[in-house]
Structure formats: C-alpha cells, structure tokens
C-alpha cells in the first residue's frame, strides 16, 4: 500500500526536576545544599531510511513520546538525561506543522533532524545559594518538551518526472529504459502508485525518473488521482511530457497537452516554468499528418518534440540523449528549506495565563505559551531580545511581577533565564 501523507502527534521529554538536598557528613558543619539538576527530556528526532518507500507505518502509530529526563538527586548527583527517540522515515519526506503549514525539515539528506526538542532539566538547590540565602529550600522544576502534531508529506526524489493522461504509454516507457516493472494493460489508471526507476546511460551516467500516475482535467482540485500524486512532481527537475498522437481514444492530442499543462500550473505556479520535453508516443497507428500537425504545434509552444513508439524503443534513444544533456545543465533536485518561526501577534498572546510563585526572594514566572516563545529568542539577537521585552511588558508579565511584589533589584526566573528585576 503506497502512502505519501500522514499526521502524527509528537511529544518530546519533559526535563527532570532539580533536587532540594543538604550536604551531611560527620564532621562537616554546616555542610550547605547540594541538590543536583534534573537531566535533559529526550528530543524526537527524524532519520531517513532508504529501506522505506511509503508512510503507511505513520497509520497504526500516530503518536511519538521520548523519554523523561530523570530528577537530580542529593550530594550534587545530576539527573540522567533521556536518549533521543530516533523516528525513520523515507527519503524525502517533507515534515510540516500541521497547524500552520510552516516547513520544519526536508529530510532528503543524511544528516538527522531534531524536530521535538526536550525539556531542560531543572536547577537544584545549589544554584540558588547567595551570601544572604544560605539555605534555599526550593529547586526549579524541569521544563516540559515541545508537542507538536506534524503533517508528513512524502514528495519523491527524481530527476525526471513522466506526465501526461491515462493509458498514454508513461508506464511502458519507464519499463523499456529501467528496471521499473510497472502494470500495464490497456485501460486507465493502471498505475496507481508512483513508481521510479534508474536509467542507465552510457559512460556510467544515469538518473532516476518518475512514472506519476496519469493525470485528467480538475487534477488540482483532486480529481481522478488528482494531487494526491501531483506533489511528487514539485522535485523533478525536468519533465517529460508524453501525448498519445494517435488520439485513439478519441481525444485531441493538442487538447490533452493544453490540458495538462494547465492542470500543473494550477497545482503549483513553478511547475509551469519547470523544462519540459514533450514525446509523441504511439506513431505507429497515427498518420504522417497527424504526428507533423502535432510536432508543428508542439514547437509552436516553444518545447522540443520526439515522435516514438515506447514498446520497441523507436525514437526513444534520441529523448533519453536529449534528456541527460539537459539534467547536465539544471541546478539539483529542489529542497524545501525550512521557513522560520514566526514572531507571535502580541496581542493573541495576552490571554495567555501566566503564574507567579516567589520562594526566598525569587520569583518564578510560569507560563506554557511564554515558555514557547522563549524557545524561539536568540538573545545574542538586538532585535529579537527586543521582540522578547515587548511580550513581557505588552502581555502583562511584568504588571503580574509588580502585583505580586517583586521590588528592584529582586530574582525573576522565567525556566532557563534568570535576571534581576530594574524599573
């Protein structure tokens, strides 16, 4: 069972707490804290697996957890830290928020990607030790790991992508110059599953090119297969576009190739700008007039034309020389780059619930949807330092401080930052 998309719930390790613990020991007085930190929550991460073809694991597990950090403990013992959930995937898949949209990783290469990461563990006593606090009897908990649901969308990586109706000939073409060996029969929708293959050239060249299954009018919108398979067309570097010339099915060649075209511009704007090579399959039971008024309007369109018969390979070594002297010249297989976090509207943030306990002077500021943007700062940043003072006062946070009594100069700690309070 081929499948190319899927949603699952991730949930990253929640940090260990820190511990709250005194030094004993005979003759030792006055031994002072010693409680050490809770170790790191285990972060999800994903690593690509060529074994793998199709998402249809991601059906009977939808949810991913890692493993807890473990609390600190007594005599300055730090809190283990959790190991990473390793989660495979296939060669590129595209992992999305399903929430926003916003492209997290393209996992097309071999370097693993973090996607949940978890929690830091929490402080123990010792940290808050001062010259006028020489007992603190409080710790800092661990903070909870990223939860997120994601949207997996597996988009093929090949260099050539075959397009075109149903039942044109894509199937036995692919058969004929690789060792694909898709279903073919006369009838349409054979191929209902992409199906790749290497074609080998001379000289030890090859590339790897796509049979897309075959595509109608109303593509975009999902009809037929519609863009369930279109997506695997957005990496191809080149496309081969094969018409059947013949129209045997009582079709008009030069309405097919209007039709497809429009349907991939609709899709995706870029596809319409994507090279293409255009191959009139099926000559031999089309009239001489029939294949020169379609290559007179092909080339009229600006695309190179290529009269073959796919079954004996007539024509079809001309296209395949053509098609390695263009992949010789285009830029590498498209890879999505991840867009970035975007900096939350202020004023959506302001119902946001925010609690604030003191202990001995130190005021702990907790918040989950604070603790979330605090993860996006980058504090060696000017402007997004800034970004993070702005939600702080505009949100309501430091009017909580003052309500709850924190004076100039006193301990703020909001997770992993801790600063002193100035007016």
């Known amino acids: 069972m081929f499948i190319d998309i899927a949603k699952i719930v991730l949930k990253a390790g929640d940090g260990g707490d820190g511990a ?107 940290h808050f030790a001062t010259p006028t606090r020489q007992t603190p009897r409080f710790s800092k908990p661990g903070t909870p790991g990223e939860e997120l649901e994601v949207q997996l969308e597996l988009k093929l990586l090949a260099d050539v992508g075959l397009v075109g109706f149903p039942n044109v000939g894509k199937s036995t073409l692919i058969s004929v110059v690789s060792e694909a060996k898709p279903n073919i029969a006369n009838y349409h929708f054979t191929t209902l599953t992409p199906v790749l293959g290497v074609v080998r050239m001379q000289e030890g060249k090859s590339f790897v090119m796509a049979d897309i299954p075959g595509l109608i009018e109303g593509a975009w919108e999902g009809v037929g297969l519609g863009h369930q ?30 039709i497809i075209n429009e349907e991939l511009r609709k899709f995706n704007p870029e596809l319409a700008e994507r090279p293409m090579l255009v191959a009139g399959n099926k000559c031999d039971i089309a009239s001489e007039e029939q294949v020169a008024e379609f290559e007179a309007f092909v080339k009229a369109e600006g695309y190179e034309f290529f009269p073959i018969m796919a079954p004996i390979r007539h024509g079809v070594e001309e296209l395949l020389n053509r098609t390695l002297e263009l992949l010789s010249k285009l830029p590498p297989v ?46 060696d940043d000017t402007d997004s330092a800034q970004y993070f003072q702005r939600v702080l006062i505009q949100t309501g946070v430091i009017d909580a401080l003052r309500d709850a009594g924190v004076q100039e100069g006193d301990t703020v700690n909001l997770y992993d930052l801790e600063f002193d309070f100035v007016e």
């Not at 570097?237 to 094969?242: E, F, M, N, Q, S």
């Not at 780059?337 to 939350?344: A, C, K, L, V």
């Not at 925010?354 to 002077?361: C, Q």
């Open 20 to 126: 709250v613990a005194f030094h004993r020991e005979k003759y030792v007085a006055s031994g002072g804290p010693d409680g050490g930190d809770g170790g790191r929550g285990g972060n999800i991460v994903f690593q690509v697996d060529d074994n793998l073809s199709t998402l249809a694991d991601f059906r009977y597990k939808r949810k991913y957890t890692a493993q807890r950090g473990e609390n600190g403990r007594g005599n300055r013992c730090f809190g283990k830290s959790a190991p990473d959930l390793v989660v495979c995937v296939p060669r590129g898949t595209v992992v999305k928020d399903a929430e926003t949209g916003r492209v997290i990783a393209d996992m097309s290469g071999e370097e693993p990607q973090v996607i949940a990461r978890g929690g830091k563990g929490g402080w123990g006593n010792t």
């Open 229 to 258: 398979f279109l997506r695997h067309v957005e990496r191809c570097r080149l496309l081969l576009h094969i018409v059947d010339v013949s129209g045997s099915e009582g079709r008009d060649p030069k309405e097919d190739f209007r």
């Open 334 to 379: 498209k890879r999505f780059e991840p867009d970035p976090i975007p900096m939350q509207d202020v004023e959506e943030l302001k119902r946001g619930k925010v609690e604030i306990t003191e202990e001995d002077g130190v005021y702990f500021v907790k918040a989950d949807w604070l603790l979330k943007i605090l993860n996006t700062i980058n504090f």
